[in-house]
């Protein structure tokens, strides 16, 4: 049962456009959500997050969206570049059993930034 | 810098042979995760530490799994008996560990490429 669906396995924009990546989730409990980025051979990196009391978290090119009743969020990179492009993960947290938090991953989307 | 390291990078085996995986986190993080990656998966939580507090191993997927954190520090993951599925990309991350009530960001090592033959 995948908790948190990113439907688009990859993405491809041209060089200055805008980037739209989306992911839904089904645990109304989840109370963070989180984009992490990976290159290659590396781990993932913190992006960019947001709470649930919000609807719109931004830091430069990177815009995170969350639509609470729809319970769905995005990423928006603009402008998009070609070193953006790797795997976007989405994840999403909550309190589980223990009090202990714990992050639940999407499977990832492939974006590729063409020149 | 001194960012969470993992050792080693690429690992291949033979099934039946048991294995251990290694992760450093960043000096001061109390917390410190396992997580594995399968081919065309997402990650996959493992295991959790927080300070002194007992691990929460919910995400092992088999008896064959085990950790163990050593002052609070190194982590060393073991597999025993390796069986193909258990091929996948090992991570490791840390956190400052200041408690569940707040959302904190994980820092993640490179990961250990297993190959189980």
């Known amino acids: 049962d995948q908790q948190v669906k990113q439907n688009s396995p990859s993405l491809s924009v041209q060089e200055g456009r805008i980037s739209i990546l989306n992911c839904d989730y089904t645990?109304?409990?989840?109370?963070?959500f989180l984009w992490y980025k990976k290159y290659p051979a590396e781990g993932p990196t913190f992006l960019i997050s947001?709470?649930?009391i919000k609807d719109k978290n931004e830091d430069g090119r990177f815009t995170v969206f969350l639509n609470k009743s729809a319970k769905h969020l995005s990423l928006h990179i603009v402008p998009s570049q070609p070193g953006d492009s790797a795997v976007y993960f989405c994840?999403?947290?909550?309190?589980?059993?223990?009090?202990?938090?714990?992050?639940?991953w999407g499977l990832g989307t492939s974006l590729a930034v063409n020149p | 810098g001194a960012g969470v390291s993992q050792s080693p990078s690429n690992k291949v085996t033979e099934k039946g042979k048991d294995v251990e995986l290694r992760c450093d986190p960043i000096?001061?993080?109390?917390?410190l995760y396992w997580y594995r990656q399968s081919l065309g998966q997402g990650l996959e939580f493992l295991i959790y530490?927080?300070?002194?507090?007992?691990?929460?191993k919910s995400g092992l997927p088999s008896d064959r799994f085990s950790a163990e954190r050593t002052g609070g520090s190194v982590s060393t993951l073991t597999i025993q008996r390796t069986q193909q599925e258990d091929s996948a990309v090992y991570l490791c991350?840390?956190?400052?560990?200041?408690?569940?009530?707040?959302?904190?960001?994980?820092?993640f090592g490179p990961g250990t490429r297993l190959l189980v033959l």
């Open positions: 991350a840390s956190s400052l560990g200041r408690g569940a009530s707040r959302w904190e960001t994980q820092y």
């Open positions: 000096s001061g993080h109390t917390a």
């Open positions: 530490f927080q300070g002194n507090s007992a691990p929460d």
């Open positions: 645990n109304s409990m989840f109370d963070y």
């Open positions: 947001i709470s649930s």
């Open positions: 994840a999403a947290s909550a309190i589980g059993a223990g009090n202990n938090r714990k992050l639940i």
